[in-house]
Each structure stands twice: as C-alpha cells, then as structure tokens.
C-alpha cells in the first residue's frame, strides 16, 4: 500500500489565520436572497421574513465575514432603492442577471440579518454605473453618526446606532466584458483611487479592496493588477482575487488537480503585488482578499429570465466537488501569510452550501462540511510542515500529490489538527511525525467519504453525504498512522486531554 509522510513542528510556520478567511457571499443573485435566506411566505419565516432554517445553518457555518450585495449585481445596484420603508421601495430590473429586483431586501435588512448570524459584513460600492459621490454618501449613510442628511435619513429609517462597517470593496469584476460598465485598468485605478480618498476622508478607520483581474484567464493578467496597484496601492488594504474551478468535461484525476492552478494565481498575485512594492519604494506589503471562490458544474434547475428569485445556477455537488472544494480550502490556508480575507461564493442556492426549495426543505451540500471543518478547526497558526506523497501524472498536471494535507496549531486551545485529502483511488497509509507536540493524544478522526464520487443531497436524503467518525488513526511515542480511504476528506485532531 502506498504511502504519504508529514512533519510538523512549532517552530516552523505560514503565519495565523486571519478570522476574515472564514467568509462567505451573499448577492443579489438567483435565488440567494429571495427565496433562500429571504421568504417571507415560508412557514419557517420569522417576522422580518429571514428563514429560520436556513439561518440555522448559517450559524453552523461559523462565519466571520458575509460579502454583499455583490458581485455583478454591486456594478448596476443603485443602494439608496433598499432603504427606508418597504412600501415605498420601487421594483426595477436588474440587468447584470436579467431579472426583476424588488428591493424588498436591502442594505438594513442585511445588516440585521447579519447580526443574527453574528458575521462582520464586507460591502461593495457600485462603481461601474456609478461613483465617488453615490461611495461618499454610502459610507455617510452607514457610518457617520448623526448630523448630516445620510446619517439622519438612517435615523429616520430606525437605525440609531451607525452601522460602523469596516470593510469595503471598491466595485467588482470591472475588467469583464460581462460587466455592466466594465472599466480599463486605468479609468478603473483613478476611480478607485479618488473614491477610496473620499470615503477615507468621511471615515478614516475602514478598509479597502481594490479589484484585481477577474480570473487568471483574462488576456490582462496579471497587467491589470499592477496597473490599479499602480494607481490605488497608497490608499488601499487588499486586492481582490477571484477563481472557480470549473468541473466541465474532466474526468476525477484532472478535476482533482485543479486547485494546482489556484495554487499559481495566488503565486502571480502576490508577486505582482510585490512588484509594485518595490517599484513604489512602499514599506506596506499589500494583502490579499480571495473574497469569490468556489467549485462549479452545471445547474441542475433552469434559469427563467426576468422573475424574483427564480435559482440561477441551482445544483446539487457531488462528492467528487467536496473533494475538489476541500483542497481549494486547504490552498487558501497555505497563503495565511498573504490571504487574510476569503469569502466562499455563494451562501445560498447559486453553487451553494446550503440549497433550499421555496415553501419547502433546507439542507446541505455535500461542500458544507469541509468548509465547517476548517471554520471550525482550522484557525490558529498553519505550520509549514513537510508532506511527502507519492504523485500522479494526468494529460493537463504532472507531479500531482495523491495527498493534499495543511496543519493548523491552535495553542490557545491546546489542539493540533491535520486536514487531509486522499485524491487516489485507492487507499494511502498517512504517516505524521508530531514528536514535536508532546502529551498530545488523539481527539477524534473525521472523515468525508461515500461509495460514489457522484453521490449527492436532495431534501429527500439530505444525509447521504456527510462526515462520520472512524477510528482509523493511532499514535505512538510522537508518531501517529491514519488510514485515509480512496477519495476521502479528513480531519485528524490531536489534543493535550
């Protein structure tokens, strides 16, 4: 049987996970919002209209960060139609994903929603159809105190106390033909450029994301990104970065090895970012928010044009995207030391985590779980530890490691936890030297698995993927073996008891 080996120590690490990598999206989107978090019909519907059994599940999530309202959405949304009573509010169309926005749900109900969810909100200012004075008097509506025609006209709509939202972003995707208003590098730069001064000016103490290149594809990476690095570096936190890896015609082994290319991007961001350090003489070394990131494969639900909340890419993940969206996690927790926000894309319904039907069921994605399991396990310091795996070749990836592992030490809590993923067919015996964390015994072995890599969820099964405890790790004298089965996501955790 083939083998895999880990050492970990200490002394040697990537760097602390920043709380804001375990985040999530919300945008304006199919059935997202209406029809997934919002309905106010349903029989699990609160008052507000927010459904109580998909909140459930949001909380599981831990989150610490919910994006919003978009996305392309965010490059045509006019926020001021979202406030102020509901009666009043006008519906119009929303033509980034061609349908009928009722405004019903804006910017308030979001913020209370997210409350209830207890996450720290990123927001997104439109600067595609719009600018610096719809930013400034965003930022003056949410932030600024009292005393002025925003902040008043907040009061008015009954919320007292300023929303003091720290994080922005600076628009959206605007280097895609797909855009409503898409952008050069440098119009975009000097618009993002004046409008962070501006809303800086309103309050000082936020922070923000530039946009960078929608995907590693486009034709003007990574020039894109160091044009409004160029323009934006003195006056902005984060660059944003995007990437979803896209299951299409591949067969499982290529499929697999895709977070490889996420891998690069992350690898040709920094350095870019790196470079216009260097070429500006900047003492601050740029952050990166991977704020849309995901899995995708073709809905299962067609989309019908011009309704309210009618599913926009709707689909049920196979065991075999877990998998995929696992390493992609793992990937994001490698760079620690450079992604200190990360926003999985999206919460609800659209290549989701958490699928609902309207007036009927809510439940998991089989994606839900590794992204639980690192919320909940993988903060705290990730070690560069050493993996040994044996490798595979396909027709697109050579040098594939059949394990993908990361180790997280929290040492607030006194628990080491070592994710693994086994891309092979077969089952790999993982061998993980931890002499280095003395008095540690074996917590628990968790792990994702099922018989058919194209097993999904449906309201009727909702548990037919899902984790479950084994026994398939022992310890020894610093030294401990897991048995990881053929395609299978696992979490190892290790304790002082």
């Known amino acids: 049987m083939k083998k895999a080996k880990i050492i970990v120590s200490k002394d040697f690490t990537i760097g602390r996970t920043n709380e804001r990598l375990f985040g ?4 304006h989107m199919g059935s997202v919002v209406y029809n997934g978090i919002y309905e106010p019909d349903h029989a699990m519907a609160d008052k507000d209209g927010f459904r109580q059994d998909v909140l459930d599940l949001v909380k599981a999530l831990n989150l610490s960060v919910i994006r919003y309202p978009g996305g ?6 006019n926020w001021e139609d979202g406030i102020g009573p509901k009666e009043l509010r006008i519906p119009k169309t929303d033509i980034a994903w061609r349908a009928i926005e009722p405004n019903s749900f804006g910017l308030n109900e979001f913020m209370k929603w997210i409350g209830m969810v207890g996450a720290d909100p990123i927001m997104t200012v439109n ?14 509506y949410c932030n600024f105190s ?38 050069t590098a440098d119009n975009y730069g000097l618009l993002a450029c004046e409008t962070a001064k501006a809303m800086k000016w309103i309050d000082p103490t936020i922070e923000l994301v530039a946009v960078g290149s929608s995907t590693r594809q486009m034709p003007t990476f990574p020039e894109w990104d160091k044009t409004v690095l ?19 015609e591949a067969d499982t082994p290529t499929y697999l090895a895709m ?41 299962d639900v067609d989309y019908t044009p011009w309704q309210i909340g009618s599913p926009y890419d709707w689909v049920k993940f196979h065991m075999e995207d877990a998998l995929v969206f696992g390493s992609a996690m793992l990937t994001i927790l490698r760079h620690s030391d450079r992604i200190t926000i990360a926003c999985q894309s999206l919460l609800v319904n659209t290549i989701p985590l958490i699928l609902t039907e309207k007036g009927g069921k809510a439940w998991r994605n089989p994606t839900y779980y590794p992204f639980e399991h690192v919320s909940r396990y993988g903060r705290g310091e990730v070690l560069r530890s050493l993996v040994d795996s ?3 070749d396909t027709s697109s990836y050579t040098d594939v490691p059949i394990v993908d592992s990361v180790t997280v030490y929290n040492e607030e809590n006194e628990e080491l936890t070592v994710f693994a993923i086994n891309r092979g067919e077969e089952p790999i015996i993982l ?26 969820n449906t309201s009727d099964n909702p548990l037919e993927v899902r984790p479950r405890q084994c026994q398939d790790t022992l310890l020894n004298d610093g030294r401990a073996t897991s048995m990881l089965d053929k395609y299978s996501w696992n979490v190892i955790r290790f304790h002082i008891a």
């Open 259 to 299: 977070p490889m290319d996420m891998e690069k991007q992350i690898q040709e961001v920094i350095a870019t970012c790196d470079y216009v350090k260097s070429k500006k003489r900047s003492k601050k070394t740029m952050q990166l928010s991977f704020d849309e990131w995901n899995v995708w494969r073709g809905p």
């Open 127 to 140: 600067l595609g159809t719009r600018g610096i004075e719809e930013a400034r008097d965003m930022i003056e």
């Open 230 to 248: 160029t323009h934006t570096y003195d006056h902005v936190e984060y660059l944003s970065l995007h990437n979803y890896i896209g299951k299409r």
């Open 390 to 392: 044996p490798k595979y």
């Open 431 to 456: 061998e993980m030297d931890i002499r280095d964390f003395t008095s540690y015994t074996i917590k628990e072995h968790i792990v994702l698995k099922h018989d058919s890599l194209h097993a999904v």
């Open 24 to 27: 999530s999206f919300i945008e």
């Open 146 to 183: 009292e005393g002025t025609y925003w902040s008043d006209l907040r009061k008015s709509h009954g919320i007292k106390t300023p929303h003091h939202i720290k994080t922005w972003c600076l628009g959206n995707e605007l280097d895609g033909e797909w855009q409503v208003a898409r952008k």
């Open 72 to 77: 392309n959405f965010s490059s045509g949304y």
